[in-house]
């Protein structure tokens, strides 16, 4: 079960983020914030207490807040973003950090490791790493061997296609995942029951486990009904202004 989630308000600046896809346009400002308004009210409906982070301006993509940092059962890891734009970020979300987790249990990926939590899927005391363009080999020895220390465990998943690790697949507990394009066939996911998505509704298989609720993108219906199909109560969330910046709904919080 989760306690606590982190946000942090998308900024102005957001306009001007990455983007793999700018033929979907730049997002509309406004409803960007109410769609974040509607991602706190649906998480806080899941029992979670959400501390909500100040726009940060410096920061484009700063409100994917799951990015600079992995949050386990048993220590915090600051990440090394691989991203320029998006490095600084690390020094942002520690503060946060620090009033969950004392000092010896906040751990740090150097460089020239990199590594970004949307790269991250955690299974229990179980973390797969995807090695992307964000997260490199060094970046993934930091890590497994910060999990080591702690008692829990991790691998390495090759990703061909995508941004994230967590953009195909997304973990649902009770041995059910989201998997979509190259995830389908991996062999590292074979032992899970996996619900395949369907090409045209890829993007949604970024969906998040809350504490028994899976919070679904609103617009993608062969997801939802898949989801609840398998036993889930579903929470819609719009999410389309922070699609236009290859972010979903994991990207936009730390859980934990
Ligand atoms: N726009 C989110 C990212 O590229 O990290």
Not at 83 to 107: H, L, M, Q, T
Not at 188 to 193: C, H, L, M, N, P
Not at 202 to 230: F, L, Q
Request: proline fraction near 5%; hydrophobic fraction near 40%; glycine fraction near 8%.
């Amino acid at each position: 079960m989760f306690q606590n989630v982190i946000v942090r308000r998308p900024c102005r600046a957001m306009v001007e983020g990455i983007t793999s896809c700018p033929e979907l346009g730049k997002p509309d400002y406004e409803l960007a914030l109410q769609q974040h308004d509607a991602y706190i009210a649906a998480l806080r409906q899941c029992g979670v207490q959400v501390t909500v982070l100040e726009a940060d301006e410096r920061y484009p993509d700063s409100c994917f807040v799951e990015d600079p940092a992995v949050i386990t059962r048993k220590c915090a890891i600051i990440t090394n973003p691989g991203a320029a734009s998006r490095n600084g970020e690390k020094d942002e979300i520690v503060g946060a950090v620090r009033k969950f987790f004392p000092e010896d249990k906040i751990e740090y990926i150097t460089a020239p490791g990199t590594l970004e939590g949307g790269d991250v899927m955690m299974v229990g005391d179980h973390f797969y790493v995807g090695r992307s363009a964000r997260t490199n080999a060094e970046g993934i020895r930091q890590f497994l061997a910060i999990l080591e220390k702690h008692g829990l465990t991790g691998s390495e998943v090759t990703l061909e296609k995508v941004l994230h690790l967590k953009t195909g697949v997304n973990y649902l507990e009770n041995g059910k995942m989201l998997v979509s394009g190259e995830f389908v066939a991996k062999p590292e996911f074979a032992r899970y029951e996996r619900i395949e998505i369907p090409e045209a509704e890829a993007y949604a298989a970024n969906c998040i486990w809350v504490n028994g609720t899976v919070i679904v993108p609103m617009g993608y219906p062969a997801v939802e009904a898949a989801v609840r199909a398998a036993g889930y109560p579903v929470l819609l969330v719009d999410t389309s202004e922070y699609r236009k910046l290859d972010g979903g709904l994991s990207c936009l919080s730390l859980r934990f």
